[in-house]
């Protein structure tokens, strides 16, 4: 079945720092690998979203990595500042008309000062 | 521009009874999702709609159903409601289909 890991356990950055997180997934040929950001209880947010004829994107000081080959996306946040303490899932979604979008579980990052 | 909005903001319900929560896309979108998120869980897909028919739906009873209406809003229903039941229930909508926006909401509390 299709499965989408991200980091389980919680990463923790000095600020300043950049910030990686992982997403791999298995049973998947994804057309779009999209990033959100979700504060506690709040809805997640759309970050940035990436083609499967794509390799990178920028903005500001975020960078998606997407490698098809290795079933693999690196998200990077550069300069990191404790408001970007949240916690971001990935999101894939096939080609067809008709796929939904599912998400990994997320990776909660903590930038302390 | 108004986002997606959602209520109740939160709603407490008995084991048993149903529970109805509604959604309002983003202007001009045609296509809502409805997600599940279970505390300190990731988002598990529950339905999709598009133009008022149900495009795909997730791994869940029967006993969650919906809809969608001609101006684009969205119900999601919940019958015999189970303590596990209890989550965020998240609702997304989308123009391309491919990015979709989050609101913030809805808590359902089964007691």
């Known amino acids: 079945s299709q499965k989408i890991e991200q980091n389980s356990e919680a990463l923790n950055i000095q600020e300043g720092k950049t910030a990686t997180l992982t997403c791999n997934y298995t049973n998947y040929s994804p057309a779009y690998l999209q990033w959100y950001r979700q504060d506690p209880g709040r809805g997640p947010v759309f970050l940035l979203l990436i083609r499967e004829n794509e390799k990178e994107k920028r903005k500001e000081r975020l960078k998606v990595t997407f490698d098809t080959t290795l079933k693999q996306s690196l998200f990077h946040i550069t300069a990191s500042q404790p408001a970007d303490s949240a916690t971001y899932l990935c999101a894939l979604k096939g080609g067809s008309s008709a796929s939904k979008i599912i998400f990994g579980s997320g990776t909660r990052l903590s930038i302390r000062p | 521009e108004a986002g997606v909005t959602q209520s109740p903001t939160h709603l407490i319900k008995t084991r048993g009874q149903q529970a109805t929560l509604r959604c309002s896309p983003i202007s001009g979108h045609t296509s809502v999702y409805w997600y599940q998120q279970a505390l300190g869980l990731g988002l598990q897909f529950l339905l999709w709609y598009d133009e008022g028919e149900e495009r795909n739906r997730g791994n869940f009873p029967p006993r969650f159903s919906g809809r969608q209406f001609p101006n684009y809003s969205s119900e999601l229903n919940v019958n015999a409601l189970e303590l596990e039941d209890s989550a965020l229930y998240l609702c997304?909508?989308?123009?391309?289909?491919?990015?979709?926006?989050f609101g913030e909401g809805s808590w359902l509390t089964v007691v």
């Open positions: 997304a909508s989308s123009f391309s289909g491919n990015t979709i926006y």
